[in-house]
């Protein structure tokens, strides 16, 4: 299986990288992709990567790092991206007007961007929103006036959100959170209406540990993905087997892995 959402750079998973490489696949997780949050992250992917086995990675800037986001960042990714073949999309990119970490003007600018630099290269858009929902829908819509390619990452919304994001043409990826009955019943609930063809995995690692692991581990893991895995799949009423099939397939026709 494939897990769409990894935070690489993290001292956890970077730490003895070989070993937990070895720990996710004696899982059953054959493929990662890892996520970039800002140019230096970018820049230390694509060369950590190179010789990894089974790991492809995005480029980009994440919300929270806009305001480091300058007139020559565009033009660094694109050099990026043509030197690295294992780079599948642009991301994180988007808007998070919930911790606002970075101004909401810089989270625009580094979006729209974005949003062309995914057009110039024509890759998929890696996407994370939180509390900003209209506001990137609307910016999403200047851009395309057709179906968009990309992936909502670690969507915790409800169904009426789940629609709106479903009608741009987007994947959704679902993370752990899922397993989280006190914050995750409205999204247990929407996860239900994700087509088959839409559906994506992922842990966000280290982070978004799920909430129903026994023993407690302190920190997430790609490893735990078969537990996501399960989780999912009992809520949609179908077999582990085939949410993991769906799931593969949509990640290798999104990020073209084959
Ligand atoms: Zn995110």
Redesign the pocket.
């Given at each position: 299986m494939i897990d769409i959402?990894v935070n690489l750079t993290h001292p956890s998973l970077l730490t003895n990288v070989e070993q937990n490489i070895l720990d996710w696949q004696e899982a059953g997780v054959s493929n990662i992709i890892a996520?970039a949050s800002n140019i230096e992250e970018s820049e230390q992917l694509s060369s950590l990567i190179q010789k990894l086995k089974g790991i492809h990675t995005t480029l980009g800037c994440?919300p929270h790092h806009a305001d480091s986001w300058t007139h020559e960042s565009k033009g660094q990714l694109l050099a990026l991206f043509k030197t690295c073949a294992k780079a599948v999309a642009i991301g994180?990119t988007g808007l998070d007007f919930n911790r606002n970490y970075s101004s909401q003007e810089n989270q625009i600018r580094a979006f729209n961007e974005q949003i062309n630099l995914a057009q110039e290269v024509n890759l998929p858009l890696y996407l994370?929103e939180r509390d900003a929902e209209d506001t990137l829908i609307s910016i999403l819509n200047t851009h395309f006036d057709h179906e968009i390619n990309g992936v909502l990452?670690?969507f915790t919304a409800d169904k009426n959100t789940l629609k709106r994001y479903l009608d741009l043409g987007l994947y959704i990826g679902v993370t752990g959170w899922v397993c989280d009955e006190r914050r995750g019943q409205d999204l247990q609930e929407a996860i239900k209406y994700i087509p088959q063809d839409r559906i994506l995995i992922e842990t966000?690692a280290p982070y978004l540990l799920p909430r129903t692991l026994r023993p407690r581990p302190k920190k997430n893991h790609p490893k735990f993905l078969p537990h996501i895995a399960e989780q999912i799949a009992l809520i949609l009423n179908i077999q582990e087997k085939e949410l993991i099939r769906m799931s593969r397939s949509n990640t290798e026709r999104l990020f073209c892995l084959n």
């Open positions: 959402g996520i994440h994180e994370h990452h670690c966000d």
